[in-house]
């Protein structure tokens, strides 16, 4: 059965947890629209809450009331950052410039991610850090000190890394940078703008000068171009499928996914494009078309870093090899993202073979229905259910209530696209 119809983009996810952290350090009360009603996000706005900043949590929007820099108080608990990496690595750069303790933890998946890449340059700020492993490994104890600006050069390009440092920037002394190898996704400091915090950009150096406080400004989420990518890949396998998904992000720093897809022969097109609260949005269209394969190398990997599951089921329908490389990050994200798709690909027949940094996948062959594990990923469940639609037989994706840590309501919004009358 084609999709048809029009959707408004769910908010993104990485600039409505920015949002929280920002409106909670901010002067003065802001209204974040169109947030992102994933797991993920409500866990910040819950940790900001048990830190005293009043936040209203209506259907469609956060009424934040921020506390200024320095008004956060103790939390009296451990704080939960649920399954969110950006949640936890962003909110260890704001703790460490506290005058109070609090211990930073997740579930069972976060606390098997790499915690050093951020309490690595956090310590050498003058954070007290410490955590199982020398501080690799969450839980996270942090005590509160008094910081210094740095000049940090990440080995890695990552957001979650360049936004946990430019946090903790905000209270220190002097001015904190950091370069990154390569662009990551530049949202803190879009964001940052839009506040009228100063920031730099010098080719890939990012600084800001701390201890200066900044009013609240109401802030509307552009949709999230990774949630998007679902449909998009949906609407381009399943024959005669036409969707239009409004409202959707298209910063540059995260728009790998669209230029995959049109280089592998789809067809999407960028309608009404505009700015929302710093970020440039569009609306997407997008009408079935046949794949081909595609490579991927390392260049492309930051910008595109959270399409890779649905990617590879593209690349499994798609006509010939696609080759993904320079992608060892995958590795550390919510499950191994290369071995849980080069699994759960081949449950279903595709050939795929796992590399080190990567995936090559050769295309063509008909998926099966099958019963498929998410791993408690979230990416790789949604990518699953839409393979589910273009797969010979019944699918059955278990495990999925991690779906909502990003995309509450995925299923539903997928099969109202199937039905007659295409409502999204
Ligand atoms: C994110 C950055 C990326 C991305 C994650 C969200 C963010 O992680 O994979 O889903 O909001 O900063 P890294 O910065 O670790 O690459």
């Not at 921020?66 to 690595?89: A, F, M, Q, Y």
């Not at 506040?195 to 989420?221: C, Y």
């Not at 081909?292 to 089921?313: A, H, M, W, Y």
Request: aromatic fraction near 4%.
């Amino acid at each position: 059965m084609p999709l048809r119809g029009t959707l408004t983009a769910l908010g993104d996810k990485s600039i409505t947890h920015r949002a929280i952290i920002l409106s909670a350090l901010a002067d003065g009360e802001a209204t974040i629209t169109n947030y992102c009603p994933g797991e993920d996000c409500l866990h910040t706005a819950a940790a900001f809450q048990a830190m005293g900043v009043p936040i209203e949590i209506a259907l469609d929007r956060l009424r934040v009331a921020g506390k200024g820099l320095w008004g956060l108080r103790e939390p009296d608990s451990i704080v939960d950052c649920g399954n969110s990496g950006t949640g936890i690595r962003l909110l260890a750069g704001v703790l460490s410039g506290q005058d109070f303790f609090s211990v930073l933890t997740g579930d069972a998946s976060i606390r098997r991610r790499p915690m050093g890449r951020v309490v690595g340059p956090l310590r050498e700020m003058g954070a007290v850090i410490a955590g199982r492993r020398g501080g690799e490994l969450a839980p996270l104890a942090i005590a509160g000190a008094r910081l210094r600006g740095i000049a940090y050069s990440s080995p890695i390009a990552s957001a979650q890394v360049k936004s946990s440092v430019l946090l903790a920037g905000l209270f220190a002394e002097g001015t904190t940078s950091v370069t990154e190898p390569a662009l990551s996704r530049n949202h803190t400091e879009r964001l940052f703008d839009h506040l009228g915090i100063p920031v730099t950009r010098n080719g890939l150096t990012v600084s800001l000068a701390g201890q200066r406080a900044f009013a609240a400004k109401d802030i509307a989420v552009a949709g999230d171009l990774s949630a998007a990518a679902f449909f998009l890949v949906a609407a381009s396998l399943v024959p005669e499928s036409d969707v239009t998904i409004t409202g959707v992000g298209v910063n540059p720093t995260r728009t790998g996914i669209l230029e995959v897809l049109q280089e592998m022969g789809a067809h999407i097109e960028l309608l009404n494009p505009r700015v929302q609260a710093g970020e440039p949005v569009a609306d997407l269209s997008v009408r079935s078309a046949p794949l081909r394969g595609v490579t991927i190398g390392s260049e492309r990997i930051p910008k595109t870093i959270d399409e890779f599951p649905i990617l590879c089921v593209a690349a499994a329908c798609a006509q010939g090899e696609t080759i993904i490389s320079g992608a060892e990050e995958l590795r550390v994200k919510e499950s191994d993202r290369i071995a849980a798709m080069a699994t759960e690909l081949r449950r279903r027949g595709a050939a795929v073979e796992k590399r080190p940094d990567g995936l090559r996948i050769v295309g063509g062959r008909p998926l099966q229905g099958a019963v498929c594990q998410s791993h408690g990923d979230h990416r790789v469940a949604m990518s699953m259910m839409v393979a589910g639609l273009v797969a010979r037989g019944e699918t059955r994706v278990e495990d999925i209530a991690c779906v909502a840590t990003s995309f509450p309501g995925f299923d539903k919004k997928l099969s109202g696209l199937l039905t007659p009358s295409g409502q999204g």
